[in-house]
């Protein structure tokens, strides 16, 4: 595996890696991103996503109706353990609660198992706002940042690590613990069969407006706090 980094990434566990700024990844045109770990998979762009040769190398989201689909609908799960690591641009000012979806699988609206990601401004987000529902509604939550970084965010490169150990969720940004939280919801996974892995859009509708440079997750595996680090510190200068 070549990931083309000047510090090394987390190998360990890493079981999903898609990077437009390699060309084994994504060649600089085309539909199909393909994942570096051993090329199942892949990601399929649609309805024009297109390529950004800027910080070696990002999809470009409208915000209208572009995203990309991952595998199946039943390959990727989220279970007790995982992390999930994630560099991209937010092309917003994030001055309301609209949500732009910059990863998901599931929808809260229904009552499926639901894992969404979003870049999402004012002080009822701070910024960025995962959320995550095994039953709909009624027995969701979200992480959100401690402090506001919607000024931050907006318009520019974040890093965001979302892990999971059984209960204990944590939120990361740049590299920096932004959120902890214990999960009151027993055996809470999001193993639905009948929805794909997006990015750019949940199941339907918030569609993210900027670019995506790197996804990849860790599908049996809780990112220790070092190990999150040392993967922003990996691709930092590209986005920093």
């Not at 199909?32 to 998979?41: A, F, G, H, Q, S």
């Not at 890093?159 to 204990?168: E, G, L, P, W």
Request: net charge negative; aromatic share 12%.
């Amino acid at each position: 595996m070549g990931f083309n980094t000047k510090i090394p990434i987390v190998n360990d566990g890493l079981t999903y890696y898609l990077d437009a700024g390699n060309n084994k990844s994504y060649p600089t045109s085309g539909t199909v991103i393909t994942n570096l770990v051993d090329e199942t998979n892949v990601g399929t762009l649609l309805n024009g996503v297109s390529f950004d040769s800027s910080n070696v190398g990002s999809l470009v989201l409208d915000g209208t109706n572009q995203y990309i689909q991952v595998g199946t609908q039943s390959s990727i799960q989220f279970l007790d353990e995982f992390s999930i690591n994630i560099w991209a641009y937010c092309n917003s000012d994030l001055s309301t609660t609209t949500p732009e979806t910059i990863s998901g699988k599931g929808n809260p609206n229904n009552t499926s198992p639901n894992l969404v990601i979003y870049f999402r401004g004012t002080a009822s987000y701070n910024g960025i706002a995962p959320f995550i529902s095994s039953t709909g509604g009624a027995t969701n939550f979200f992480l959100r940042p401690d402090t506001d970084l919607s000024d931050e965010v907006a318009n520019n490169w974040s890093n965001i690590c979302v892990t999971r150990s059984f209960d204990d969720w944590r939120l990361y940004y740049n590299g920096n613990l932004v959120d902890q939280k214990t999960d009151v919801t027993s055996g809470r996974v999001v193993n639905n069969t009948s929805h794909y892995l997006r990015l750019g859009v949940k199941e339907s509708g918030s569609y993210m407006d900027g670019n995506i440079g790197v996804y990849s997750i860790y599908g049996n595996k809780t990112l220790t706090a070092e190990e999150v680090l040392q993967n922003y510190n990996a691709l930092k200068y590209r986005y920093k």
